[in-house]
Nanobody, 124 residues
Framework: QVQLVESGGGLVQAGGSLRLSCAAS????????MGWFRQAPGQEREFVAA????????YYADSVKGRFTISRDNAKNTVYLQMNSLKAGDTAVYYC?????????????????WGQGTQVTVSS
């Protein structure tokens, strides 16, 4: 049984930073893509960032490029999302996800496993 557990969310002022973590367990995630998505109230879940297994190739939504950094520690089966210069528009529940493919996708339906989500609230 695959489990993804996010942590690190919270309340932060605009311009501040947070680091989200997602610990994966239950299987060895070789050659899998790991990603972050977010969902604000009344909106669809949207892609934020993804990283290849090696961590060499990373992808970002235009809205977070230059502010967010995705990274992973395969020895710990953990993926991180460093979020800097946060804006009120970044407020959402953030989810990590695993895609059993070596290439990424921005479509939530193409990810196979999901965490329970962690709330990020940015006050203006």
């Amino acid at each position: 049984q695959v489990q993804l557990v996010e942590s690190g969310g919270g309340l932060v002022q605009a311009g501040g930073s947070l680091r989200l973590s997602c610990a994966a367990s239950g299987r060895t995630f070789n050659n899998y893509t790991m990603g972050w998505f977010r969902q604000a109230p009344g909106q669809e879940r949207e892609f934020v960032a993804a990283t290849s297994w090696s961590g060499v190739t990373k992808y970002y939504a235009d809205s977070v490029k230059g502010r967010f950094t995705i990274s992973r520690d395969n020895a710990k089966n953990t993926v991180y999302l460093q979020m800097n210069s946060l804006k009120a528009g970044d407020t959402a529940v953030y989810y990590c996800a695993v895609r059993e493919r070596s290439y990424y996708s921005i479509e939530p339906s193409e990810y196979d496993y999901w965490g329970q989500g962690t709330q990020v609230t940015v006050s203006s």
